[in-house]
């Protein structure tokens, strides 16, 4: 591999940081390239163990090389999702602190796209449990939907605010996970452009951002509540300096971790409050740069009265039951219509969402079914991609993978049986990757046009 050049002071600023070693640190950005790792969707993937496993994350694997992900149609159907493996922690510290926590939780993953932590946390989340996800920026938020509609869980909300909006939903949230925008050194190796944004100027700026932003939406915890704060910096300012920040501004109180030894994770104190920190070195681990933390919240900010929508009648019972046959127990799903398209959340999250409504933009709620014509449902792509969907009642087409290919393309899909007509699940090895429907001599191809593979290569 070439010289890496760090950009001026970068090595000095953090030569200081807790289990920094400058000559290991700069061998590996040299001489090791990134591993590349995978979190397989416990719910969906049904193939072999896919490499070595990611010690602190059951569900995370390194894999030998790189493949083409965008070429694999069982990544467009969900099964895994593409995480460098030091981000899967977040895995290990839910696991530490699950017991803690009243069921069912409400989690909150504040700085959520591309979707990463909230594809990792709806996996840790039981049914009964929330999950929200939260994009600031408008252009972000399509990239998060879809990765949590690939991930095909019912239980799950993504909105579109800012921290701020949040600190009116105060006391809703049993967790929450801030995984800071930062000032991205922990990347350094897998994406050197990164290093031309660095500066120490920058790590202030982001210093800045991120009390702000933990300022912001603190309220939303409640009392005994769980906050994962995370970074992919390894500046000291940006990662125990804010803990030290959180326990002097708000008294939380740190949550040890616990970490094997032979894991090569880093256990951190801050200078003031001695709060626990775990940070990730390549080189140490086989990972990318990472700093997390937990902190348990210690005192109230109120709470938010739950809010019921008054019901506007009677629900339309016709309309239904001409959709219940295509949900598996469709008893625990509550059904609603925004414009013209139906819906479907776990009955017990109902009023959740209609309290979130009255706050916060939203985005996604549940899964999205479609539409009725008549007697007879346009199917929703979110509907194809979701654990709810009954398959028994559904007629499918497996396509092999280069008609999966072509189909995930919008392309012509060549030597297609067109016998079945009407609507069908596309599948690759079972595994359903949108609608198409098929006609006496053409298919109407329903894959969405904006998920579509633009790519050219194969
Ligand atoms: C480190 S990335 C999140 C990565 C994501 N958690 C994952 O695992 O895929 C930080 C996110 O914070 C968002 N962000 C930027 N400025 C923000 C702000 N002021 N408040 C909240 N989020 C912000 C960015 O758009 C970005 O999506």
């Known amino acids: 591999m070439s010289d890496i050049v760090f950009p001026g002071k970068f090595i000095e600023s953090i030569s200081n940081a807790p289990g920094f070693d400058a000559q290991n640190f700069v061998e590996t950005h040299q001489n090791l390239p990134a591993p590349t790792s995978i979190r397989i969707n416990p719910s969906k993937y049904s193939g072999q163990q896919p490499g070595v496993e990611v010690p602190w994350c059951p569900e995370g694997f390194y894999l030998e090389s790189r493949p083409s992900f965008t070429f694999d149609p069982l990544f467009h159907a969900g099964c895994y999702y593409v995480q460098e493996a030091s981000s899967m922690f977040i895995t290990h510290i839910y696991n530490s602190i699950r017991g ?3 069921e069912p939780i409400r989690a909150l993953d504040l700085c959520a796209a591309p979707g990463g932590k909230s594809t990792l946390l709806s996996s840790a989340l039981n049914q009964d449990d929330l999950l929200v996800a939260n994009e600031i920026i408008k252009t972000r938020v399509p990239i998060l939907t879809d990765n949590l509609t690939r991930w095909g869980r019912s239980n799950t909300i993504v909105t579109n605010n ?8 105060k006391g809703f949230f049993d967790l929450i996970l801030v995984d800071a925008p930062c000032s991205g050194s922990g990347m350094f190796r897998k994406e050197p452009e990164a290093m031309q944004e660095w500066s120490v100027d920058n790590v202030n700026l982001c210093q800045q951002r991120q009390e702000r932003i933990l300022a912001d939406v603190y309220p939303a915890l409640r009392e005994d509540g769980y906050l994962i704060y995370s ?8 990662n125990e300096q804010v803990l030290d920040w959180l326990c002097t501004e708000f008294g939380m109180e740190s949550v040890r971790i616990p970490v094997e030894q032979d894991w090569g994770v880093v256990e951190s104190q801050s200078t003031e409050h001695k709060a626990w920190g775990y940070r990730f070195y390549p080189g140490k681990v086989q990972g990318e740069g990472l700093f997390a933390a937990c902190l348990r ?9 739950a809010f019921k929508k008054k019901d506007q009648g009677k629900p339309d019972y016709k309309s239904i039951d001409l959709l219940k046959p295509y949900i598996k127990e469709p008893a625990n799903y509550y059904f609603f219509k925004l414009n013209d398209d139906w819906l479907a959340i776990d009955k017990i999250h109902r009023e959740d969402l209609e309290t979130l409504q009255q706050y916060l933009y939203i985005k996604k709620s549940g899964v999205r079914l479609g539409s009725l014509a008549g007697k007879d449902l346009v199917p ?6 979701s654990l709810m969907l009954d398959r028994d009642q559904i007629q499918q087409t497996e396509l092999s993978r280069e008609q999966a290919i072509s189909y995930l393309r919008r392309d012509e899909i060549k030597d297609l049986d067109l016998s079945q007509k009407g609507w069908n699940l596309m599948c690759f090895e079972g595994h359903p990757l949108g609608w198409a429907k098929l ?10 046009k904006e998920m579509r593979i633009l790519s050219t290569g194969s």
């Open 231 to 238: 970074t992919c910096s390894y500046s000291e300012q940006e």
């Open 297 to 305: 919240k210690t005192e109230s900010s109120g709470e938010t009265k």
């Open 439 to 448: 006609l006496p001599n053409r298919v109407n191809n329903y894959y969405p």
């Open 100 to 102: 803690e926590m009243d």
């Open 380 to 385: 929703d792509h979110e509907l194809a991609m």
């Open 162 to 169: 800012d921290p701020r909006d949040y600190g009116r939903v």
